[in-house]
């Protein structure tokens, strides 16, 4: 599948890969290069790929508390959240960011891309019965474009989108920009301020647009290699490596998306009970203390047992900007503590490693 922007991913020499059943670029000038493009200025990401679905209706704000694990009624029109998609087990369907729009008994979802089909089909199944509650997928008339960096804000001031100079992180508004109806909202998958663009009509015209006005601020198209490292310094969840149908948001470290004082919703029990219990395992950060690069699957020991595994990385890579390996992963419990000595098994060498809390980066690591 092609998202309406692969013309311009292949005019700007994108090295294209399958993600998700998608051609996306991975890269255009390179993810080192790219990846500190977003850090210093700016860099623009093609995101349609993601699942955008619409539920509406009366009933569509009880019905979403019900299937998401976060608090929907702490949200204004115009804000955002990011949640969880739990199964009766508590494990985890996709991790999704939730949009109040304006309109009153409307919402959008941001769903991963490999998760489209599973979430709209969940989400239409336990809708059935509910009174004035639908469900669309509106992944093919919505596109989606992530301008990310600290330039960006002074992009769409170029622009004269006076309206998104002054959004709060999480916020959005809805703006006219190169004939297209956009909801343009505060959020982001790189630590960097940023918005993301929902376009409802051609993308195309927009893309070109913020290039054109972006170009004098460094602007470069970004693809994923770099958007990976990017919320990988950032501790940001990825799932199919960090998260799955067999973790939970409390193994994940993801509780503060969970709020059980809201009442009922799809495995508040089984969550419930592992809160209370304490969970066997848990996610964790951790920074190499030599040399090594650490990468998913690879093996993490105990430091004084180094021939006992205790757990596995899930994401890890090398820090362009702090210059040494970092990673994630879960560990038992009794070796998730901060400060916590393990060993890394990087191709049979054993190197060492420490528990640290994530993010990786902050803006004065620079």
């Known amino acids: 599948m092609h998202t309406p922007l ?141 301008l990310q960096g600290p330039a960006a804000r002074a992009i769409v001031a170029s622009l004269g989108l006076s309206p998104l100079e002054q959004l709060k992180l999480r916020e959005s508004a809805m703006v006219r920009v190169a004939d297209a109806e956009c909801l343009a909202a505060r959020t982001g998958y790189t630590g960097e ?56 948001p409390i193994e994940a470290g993801a509780e503060w998306a969970v709020r059980f004082e809201k009442g009922e919703f799809v495995g508040r029990p089984a969550l419930l009970i592992q809160k209370q219990a304490g969970p066997s395992r848990r996610f964790v950060g951790f920074e190499l203390q030599e040399k090594g690069v650490p990468r998913h699957g690879f093996k993490i020991l105990s430091a004084s047992s180094p021939q006992s595994p205790i757990g596995e990385v899930t994401s890890g890579n090398l820090s362009p900007l702090l210059q040494k390996g970092i990673g994630l992963g879960y560990v038992s419990s009794e070796h998730a503590g901060l400060g916590t000595d393990l060993f890394i098994d990087i191709r049979g060498k054993v190197v060492p490693a420490k528990v640290v809390k994530p993010p990786f980066y902050r803006r004065d690591s620079k």
């Open 6 to 146: 692969i013309a311009q991913h292949r005019a700007a020499g994108a090295k294209l890969v399958d993600f998700a059943g998608w051609e996306m670029p991975i890269h255009y000038s390179g993810v080192v290069d790219e990846y500190h493009t977003v850090r210093s200025k700016a860099g623009l990401f093609d995101v349609s790929h993601m699942g955008r679905i619409v539920v509406t209706g009366s009933g569509a704000e009880s019905f979403l508390q019900r299937m998401t694990t976060n608090d929907l009624a702490a949200l204004r029109p115009r804000q955002a959240q990011y949640s969880m998609v739990c199964n009766e087990q508590g494990g985890i369907l996709d991790d999704v960011f939730v949009y109040r729009m304006e309109k009153a008994g409307e919402f959008l979802l941001c769903v991963n891309a490999s998760n489209r089909a599973k979430i709209v089909s969940w989400l239409t199944e336990h809708s059935q019965g509910i009174p004035d509650c639908q469900v669309s997928d509106r992944s093919a008339e919505i596109a989606q474009i992530a």
């Open 193 to 248: 301020f940023g918005y993301e663009f929902y376009v409802y009509g051609q993308v195309s015209p927009l893309w070109d647009k913020l290039f054109t006005s972006g170009k004098s601020f460094g602007l470069k198209p970004a693809g994923l290699g770099a958007r990976d490292l990017l919320r990988l310094e950032m501790g940001y969840l990825l799932y199919g490596n960090d998260i799955d149908e067999h973790t939970t």
